[in-house]
C-alpha cells in the first residue's frame, strides 16, 4: 500500500504544474546522445504524448548531428564544424537534408504514432515555415548555412490542434537556395515567434556547468554573458546557450537545458520542484 500512495503523491506534486501550463505552448529540440538510444527516444516520445495529452502544446525541432555524420563517414566525407556549426559544402549539404528531412524526421514521427500520439513531419521549407539568410563569415566559409530571418507560423496554426509538429531544421531563402540551420537556433526562432512558454533544450550534459564542472541550476543572461567571455562555455555549447538567451530576450518566458539521456528527462523538469537541468530566465 505504501508504494501506491507515494506513487499518488508523485502524481499530486505534478499537478500546480499541470494547472500552470494547461494550452501553454512548449517548444522542444530533441537531439545529441538521446537520437541513438531507441529506450531515449520511446522515453521521450512517451513524455511528449503525456503532455500533449494534458493540454500542453507541443512543438519538436530535431537535430541529427551524429547520424549525419555517419553517413558522411560512410560517403568518405569529412564533418568539420566552426563554433558549433557544421560547415556545408553543396554535397554535404544533400547528406545534410536527406537525413534531418527523410530520416529522423520520419522516424520520429512514426514513434509517435507508434505509442498513441499524433504528428505531422514537416521541414523549414514546408509553407515558407523558415525563411534564413546565409551566414556571412568573415574568417571562415561556412558554406550552406543560414540563419533565420523569419518564421512563418500559418503552417503551425492550420494543424489540427491534435497533432505535434515535428519539423527538421532545413529551410531555404528568398531565392529558393536550401540552407542547413543548426537545430537550437531554429527551435529558438520558432519558440519566439509562438511566444512559448518554455523552450527546451535536450544536450548531452546536465545543464549548464560552471569553471569547477558543477550544474548551475538556475542562470540569467548576464551570467551567461561572463562565463562565454570567460570561455567556460565553448564549442557546440555556444549556438546552444546564445539561442538560449535570443529566446528569453524575444518573449519566451523561460527555457531550460536538461540531459537527454536521463530517462523521462522532460517531465522530470517540468512537474518536479527543483528540475535537474539549467532553467535561464531574463
Known sequence: ?????????????????????????????????????????????MDIILLKLIGINIVVVHGGGKDIDNLLTRLGIKSNYHNGFRLTDAGTMEVVEMVLSGKINKDLVALIGKFGGKACGISGKDGNLIIAERIKNEYVDLGSVGIVKKINKEILETLDKSFIPVIAPVSMDESGITLNINADVAASAIASELKAEKLIMLSDQDGLLNGEGKLIESAKEKDIEKMLKNGIIYG??????????????????????????????VLLEIFTKKGIGTQITL
Open 1 to 45: 500500500m505504501e508504494e501506491y500512495i507515494k506513487k499518488a503523491k508523485t502524481l499530486l506534486e505534478a499537478l500546480p504544474y499541470i494547472q500552470e501550463f494547461y494550452s501553454k505552448t512548449f517548444v522542444i529540440k530533441f537531439g545529441g546522445s538521446i537520437a541513438a538510444s531507441n529506450e531515449l527516444k520511446e522515453n521521450f516520445v
Open 236 to 265: 557546440g555549447m555556444i549556438p546552444k546557450v546564445n539561442s538560449c538567451i535570443n529566446a528569453v530576450k524575444n518573449g519566451v518566458k523561460k527555457v531550460h537545458i536538461i540531459n537527454g539521456s536521463v530517462p523521462h528527462a
